[in-house]
Every structure is written in structure tokens, then in C-alpha cells.
């Protein structure tokens, strides 16, 4: 019993460490930007069907910035939609996603479907690495880990760089940001690119860990990481850069685990998506009433305070 359950913490731990650097992306886009990008499934695909086709051809470490690349591509299209085509966020982010299904398909050949049972991947080169250590089982968390704190560190200096600061000036005040000689459609662009990258990357470490990627791999990845930012936000709360971006992948963590509890439950597959939507209700709603909660025990108190009085 004890081994099942630390399995199926492991699985929820590396699984929410990958699509992490989804809600990452998220964090970056949603709210730093303040720019909601609806591409993320289609672009989480594209990450992962591009990254299993190089290392399909023998070119596992190549596969992460080919991945990578595709995904600023795909930020690139949908920003520009956006900032010099005059389409709203949310129809553009639902144009490219639609675009890059049959994208992904003709990337993959014409399948909806790819095996990769007997290709090399990061994986498999970390399992090789750490084969003589005690750390020989964990090859997949340290592997995930590893990207998790190269972007988390990235974005924590890259946000109190100068070009940061203006992307985090754009999504507050675009108007104030175009009065100060900064284009707010460029720093749109780059920071749409540099999400995308990162969601990209999270559909790159998926499809190369489960050796296998379907056309639909990324189906809800935008519910998934829209209900793990909340989450984070909810127990990290207010704070620095490094902090809320921690609180990120803690969020990303916790929704796995939430997940991984349900499907003990048996439920049946079809019943997968309502756990997501449950998930996210009560993420978003969660610090609603919390305030509800914290604006009513100041009223009782002061009440209290005046009938004492």
C-alpha cells in the first residue's frame, strides 16, 4: 500500500513538474502580459509532436530547442495577429489553435499518432547518466526538475531586466508604456514568444516521457494550467518574481496530486474533464470567499467591538 501511494505521488510530482512550465508560460502571458493566449493546446502539441519527430530521426538534444523554436513560432503568429493584424487576443489565440491541429498532423506524417518505444530521448540519456547511482529510479523528476529551476531562474531575471520590466509595464498600463518611447506591440511579441517557448518545451518533456504522442496530448492544457496558476496564487499570495513563479509549479504540483486522488476513485475516463472543470471552479472561487470570509469577521468584529463599547 505504502509503495502504491508513493508511486502515484512520484507520477503526480514529475507530471506536475513538466506541465509546470506550462503555467509558467501562463504566468508570464496571463499575468505579466496580461494577454490570454488560447493557443496553448494546440502549441503544447506542436512542442511535443516536434520533439518527438527529431528525436524520432535520432536527435534527442536537439529535440529540445527544435520544441522550443516551434513554440516561439506559434507566439510569434498568434502575436502578430494581435498586434498588427487588429484581432482580439482570445480569437487570435483560437485561430492559431485551430491552425496548428492540422499543422501537427502534417508534421507527424499524416498520424495521429507516434511511438516512440524504441527512440532515445533526454530521458532515456538521464537514465544511462545516473544508471550507476542511487538516483537511477528517479530519472524522470530529476530530468523535469532540472528544466523546471532553468526556467523559473530565467524568469526571475529576465522579468527585472529592462525589456522585463517593459513587458510587466505593458500588461499594467499599455497606455503609459507607449507614452514612454516603449512599442507596446513588441514587447507583446517577445513576451508571447518566449511563453510559447516555454509551453512547447512542456509538451516536448511529456510526449518524450510517456515514449508516445497523440495528436490530442495537449487537449485542456490551457483549463490544466489556468487552474494551477490560480492555485498557486491562492497559497503563495502577493509577492516577489522568484516567489510567485515557485508558487506556480507549487500550484501545477497540487492539481496533479488533486488529480492523481481522483483517479483512485475509478472514475471512468469521460468523467476526467468534469474533475478538471471542478478543479478550476473552486481555484478561481477559492479566493472569492476567502474575502467574503475575512470582510465578514471585520464586520462581526466590529460590531462586536461597538456593542462592547
Not at 133 to 159: G, H, R
Not at 221 to 237: E, N
Amino acid at each position: 500500500m505504502l509503495e502504491t501511494i508513493i508511486g502515484l505521488g512520484t507520477t503526480a510530482l514529475e507530471l506536475g513538474l513538466m506541465s509546470s512550465l506550462t503555467v509558467l508560460a501562463l504566468f508570464l502571458s496571463y499575468s505579466m502580459l496580461n494577454v490570454c493566449d488560447l493557443s496553448t493546446d494546440g502549441c503544447f502539441t506542436l512542442g511535443a509532436v516536434v520533439g518527438a519527430v527529431t528525436a524520432i530521426a535520432g536527435h534527442p538534444l536537439l529535440s529540445i530547442p527544435a520544441a522550443m523554436g516551434a513554440g516561439v513560432l506559434s507566439g510569434l503568429f498568434t502575436s502578430i495577429l494581435q498586434t498588427k493584424m487588429g484581432i482580439d487576443s482570445l480569437l487570435a489565440g483560437i485561430i492559431v489553435n485551430t491552425g496548428l491541429y492540422s499543422i501537427n498532423i502534417a508534421i507527424m506524417g499524416g498520424s495521429s499518432l507516434l511511438n516512440m518505444n524504441k527512440t532515445t530521448t533526454i530521458f532515456t540519456m538521464m537514465k544511462t547518466f545516473l544508471s550507476s547511482t542511487f538516483l537511477s529510479s528517479s530519472y524522470k523528476l530529476i530530468t523535469a526538475l532540472i528544466f523546471v529551476v532553468l526556467v523559473v531562474v530565467f524568469l526571475s531575471f529576465f522579468l527585472r531586466t529592462r525589456l522585463g520590466l517593459s513587458i510587466r509595464a505593458t500588461g499594467d498600463n499599455p497606455d503609459m508604456v507607449k507614452s514612454s518611447s516603449i512599442n507596446p506591440a513588441f514587447t507583446t511579441i517577445i513576451g508571447l514568444c518566449i511563453s510559447s517557448s516555454f509551453t512547447a518545451l512542456s509538451g516536448c518533456l511529456l510526449a518524450q516521457s510517456q515514449k508516445s504522442v497523440n495528436v490530442t496530448i495537449g487537449s485542456g492544457m490551457v483549463t490544466i494550467a489556468l487552474a494551477s496558476l490560480l492555485i498557486g496564487r491562492a497559497f503563495m499570495g502577493k509577492g516577489g518574481i522568484t516567489k510567485r513563479a515557485i508558487g506556480v509549479v507549487l500550484g501545477a504540483i497540487i492539481f496533479r496530486l488533486v488529480y492523481t486522488i481522483a483517479l483512485r476513485f475509478n472514475l471512468p475516463a469521460y468523467m476526467l474533464k468534469l474533475v478538471s472543470s471542478v478543479i478550476v471552479i473552486i481555484a478561481i472561487s477559492f479566493p472569492y470567499f476567502k474575502g467574503k470570509k475575512e470582510s465578514f469577521m471585520r464586520i462581526h468584529k466590529a460590531k462586536k467591538e461597538a456593542g462592547n463599547a
